[in-house]
Antibody
Framework: EVQLVQSGAEVKKPGESLKISCKGS????????IGWVRQMPGKGLEWMGI????????KYSPSFQGQVTISVDKSSSTAYLQWSSLKASDSAMYYC???????????????WGQGTLVTVSS | EIVLTQSPGTLSLSPGERATLSCRAS???????LAWYQQKPGQAPRLLIY???SRATGIPDKFSGSGSGTDFTLTISRLDPEDFAVYYC????????FGPGTKVEIK
């Protein structure tokens, strides 16, 4: 069974750093892309960026370029999303999601993590 | 960047009725690389349709997708109580972008 299990909810202060995780299981982790999606309270889905097994540079949405860092640890089948200095506006639910395959025609998101709620407040 | 627009923003229907949701792209979506997702409150999104018209594994045939180029449609043939949710389209032909969503609510 394919599963993406994300790390738990976080409460942080502005200016703090944070790294959240997404552990894949039940499939060959290195054969699929892992993307990150933000959902601010009461709002829609925003694609943040994506990484393919760590062999190449992550790809970022222009809206998130320079704001977050996406990485992968192949040895533990885990993807990460990190911030060096959080802002209150980073408060949101963050989802990781796996693509249906590596080819262009399968780059929809077929499995999703349960989400990690990040709250940034002083 | 391809911008997706969804209409209507909210669709008020009764159980048993047919729902037709629209997704329009600011430029042609490569090879119909268009997906639809359903999201219920407190849950992660769920893939319904990919490649504009292919149903994902386990998705009932009351859900159907159509369209090409810049205009796409998701149809729910007969609404059941569990189908009232928010639906998002997404293009994955040129990077990835999501539409703003259509909320299907009980009338």
């Amino acid at each position: 069974e394919v599963q993406l299990v994300q790390s738990g909810a976080e409460v942080k202060k502005p200016g703090e750093s944070l790294k959240i995780s997404c552990k894949g299981s039940g499939y060959s982790f290195t054969d699929y892309w892992i993307g990150w999606v933000r959902q601010m309270p009461g709002k829609g889905l925003e694609w943040m960026g994506i990484i393919y097994r760590g062999d190449s540079d992550p790809k970022y949405s222009p809206s998130f370029q320079g704001q977050v860092t996406i990485s992968v640890d192949k040895s533990s089948s885990t993807a990460y999303l990190q911030w060096s200095s959080l802002k209150a506006s980073d408060s949101a639910m963050y989802y990781c999601a796996r693509t249906g395959g590596s080819a262009y025609y399968s780059r929809y998101f077929d499995f999703w993590g349960q989400g990690t709620l990040v709250t940034v407040s002083s | 960047e391809i911008v997706l627009t969804q209409s209507p923003g909210t669709l008020s229907l009764s159980p048993g009725e047919r729902a037709t949701l629209s997704c329009r792209a600011s430029q042609s979506v490569s090879s119909s690389y268009l997906a639809w997702y359903q999201q219920k409150p407190g849950q992660a999104p769920r893939l319904l349709i990919y490649g504009a018209s292919s149903r994902a594994t386990g998705i009932p045939d009351k859900f159907s997708g159509s369209g090409s180029g810049t205009d796409f449609t998701l149809t729910i043939s007969r609404l059941d109580p569990e189908d009232f949710a928010v639906y998002y389209c997404q293009q994955y032909g040129t990077w990835w972008t999501f539409g703003p969503g259509t909320k299907v609510e009980i009338k």
